[in-house]
């Protein structure tokens, strides 16, 4: 007799790896039926097994989606997905597209691994290309996108990777990452090998040359090279930190505009006092810019405008201006929340209880963030902490600190996604800049503690089997000096958050 659950689990498997093989493309275009619905990114998508259904999520500003996969055809530049919803009452069709690149510039990528090749004998004294492919490699858990070289160095043999610039910031983002683990399987077959060349696009390798500064694969180096395709040359570029270059990130940091900088105002307060009794102890209110969202269990239902003292309630693409007339409505849809987002609903293929997986995560992590360390203080779990480099903003998942005074940067994900580590190291590097410059307890976090000047603490947190295969050889290249922790919590963590692995990765 046919083992049918295992064909089922090997399906689903099938169907989750072409939709995060086409994640590491970067941005794409979102359809239904062939109707746009929005431009997302890979940070706003999840794709959960749940009683062996495969759900997609994607989310963006005041929307969200679900549905179930049951199959899947994929090319570089489209992902088309056969979905059902609705409790499988309707059948859709949804797509990830992008835009193909023009007659005029397209080039395949096995074209330009052949013309790195050539442009690095050109320019790289005494450096001979044997072998460049541009080919996706399950096995290595490596995609198309990117380039790989094996060189000679009188005799030696070396490792490179390259990325085209043609490919979206986030792919050439990862080429760090696909580099390491290019890196250790030429190491199975050389055991002499010991240096990693990435050559990135000319002007947008800032990302990876920060990460260097602390990523030091054990027993190799790494050289970084910007290629300027259009002039054929090749530069090499050193490892450095954003903040010691940018003369101007002194002056970001001081009229950066925090989460607890200024009081609300009585009638903003007023009016979210007026929505969180309709769910007492459940709505969360995080302030953002002139907004304050409102959320249960992770989920944003409503927003409050702090400069018109008004109203927006809705999820997905329907929102709607509070009033008299449709209270009645916001009260249903509070109480809808309230009911199917729980960890023991019947409704659980529903957008209500699959969208924002990591946000509801991440407010139960809050409520006691001991549960992933004792040694963490109770009194702080700070959510969506803004944090600079130069002129970019972006938010970290929890800010905690030890009874001690010493920072925890906390990264979640309730998915696999190959870029985990270095998204919280990302997050590690500005926290511990601003660390440095006194700027959290400037403005007015952690009171009453005192925080030490030991680097912070970066724990990596996730379902114990949603962890990607490469999470660790990744992880194990980062620097001692980031202490990463790898935290496996249970599958079923929305009933409660338990601990079942913690250990340290580098």
């Known amino acids: 007799m046919a083992d049918h659950s295992t064909n089922l689990t090997e399906d689903i498997g099938r169907l989750r790896y072409e939709l995060e093989l086409f994640l590491l493309g970067g941005e794409f275009d979102l359809y239904e039926d062939d109707r746009f619905i929005a431009a997302s990114e890979p940070d706003r998508i999840e794709a959960e097994v749940s009683y062996n259904k495969l759900i997609f999520s994607c989310w963006g500003e005041g929307w969200s989606r679900s549905w179930r996969v049951t199959g899947c055809d994929a090319t570089p530049e489209r992902l088309?997905?056969?979905?059902?919803?609705?409790?499988?009452?309707?059948?859709?069709?949804?797509?990830?597209?992008?835009?193909?690149?023009?007659?005029?510039?397209?080039?395949?990528?096995?074209?330009?691994?052949?013309?790195?090749?050539?442009?690095?004998?050109?320019?790289?004294?005494?450096?001979r290309v044997e072998h460049a492919i541009a080919a996706r490699d399950d096995r290595l858990h490596i995609s198309g996108t990117h380039a790989r070289l094996t060189l000679k160095l009188r005799g030696r043999v070396i490792a490179g990777i390259g990325v085209s610039s043609l490919e979206s910031q986030a792919t050439i983002d990862?080429?760090?990452?696909?580099?390491?683990?290019?890196?250790?399987a030429l190491s199975r077959k050389h055991k002499s090998i010991d240096r990693l060349l990435i050559f990135a696009p000319r002007g947008r390798a800032i990302t990876i040359a920060t990460r260097m500064t602390v990523v030091h694969p054990p027993g190799a180096s790494i050289s970084l090279y910007e290629v300027d395709e259009e002039k054929k040359l090749i530069e090499p570029v050193a490892a450095f930190d954003q903040g010691d270059v940018a003369d101007h990130l002194s002056r970001a940091a001081v009229r950066a505009l925090w989460a607890r900088d200024k009081a609300l105002p009585i009638k903003v307060s007023e009016l979210i006092g007026s929505i969180a009794r309709l769910a007492p102890g459940l709505v969360e209110a995080h302030i953002r810019g002139n907004r304050v969202k409102l959320s249960i269990r992770g989920l944003e239902f409503a927003r409050v405008s702090t400069n018109r003292q008004t109203i927006e309630f809705g999820i997905d693409e329907s929102k709607k201006k509070l009033n008299d007339a449709n209270r009645r409505e916001l009260e249903e849809l509070v109480s809808e929340?309230?009911?199917?987002?729980?960890?023991?609903?019947?409704?659980?293929?529903?957008?209500?209880?699959?969208?924002?997986?990591?946000?509801?995560?991440?407010?139960?992590?809050?409520?006691?963030?001991?549960?992933?360390?004792?040694a963490l203080d109770p009194r702080f779990a700070y959510s969506q902490v803004p944090a600079y480099r130069g002129e970019q903003r972006t938010f970290i998942d929890l800010l905690a600190a030890t009874r001690y005074g010493r920072l925890a940067v906390i990264e979640l994900k309730a998915a696999e996604d190959a870029e985990f580590p270095f998204q919280g190291l990302d997050y590690w590097l500005r926290v511990e800049w601003h660390l440095a410059r006194g700027d959290f307890q400037r403005r007015g976090y952690f009171r009453g503690l005192r925080l030490t000047d030991s680097p912070p603490l970066l724990y990596l947190v996730a379902p114990l089997f949603r962890f990607h295969a490469t999470t660790k050889l990744i992880a194990s290249s980062v620097s001692d000096r980031v202490p990463v922790y790898r935290i496996g919590i249970n599958e079923d963590w929305r009933a409660g958050v338990r601990v079942l692995l913690s250990e340290r990765l580098n």
């Open 337 to 374: 929340i309230v009911s199917r987002r729980r960890a023991d609903s019947t409704h659980r293929n529903e957008t209500v209880f699959r969208a924002r997986s990591e946000a509801w995560l991440e407010s139960l992590i809050r409520r006691d963030v001991t549960v992933l360390d004792p």
């Open 174 to 184: 990862h080429t760090l990452a696909a580099g390491i683990l290019w890196l250790d």
């Open 80 to 127: 088309r997905l056969e979905c059902t919803k609705q409790m499988g009452r309707t059948r859709c069709t949804v797509e990830l597209r992008r835009a193909p690149e023009g007659a005029e510039t397209f080039r395949s990528r096995s074209e330009f691994a052949a013309e790195l090749a050539t442009l690095i004998e050109a320019n790289l004294a005494g450096f």
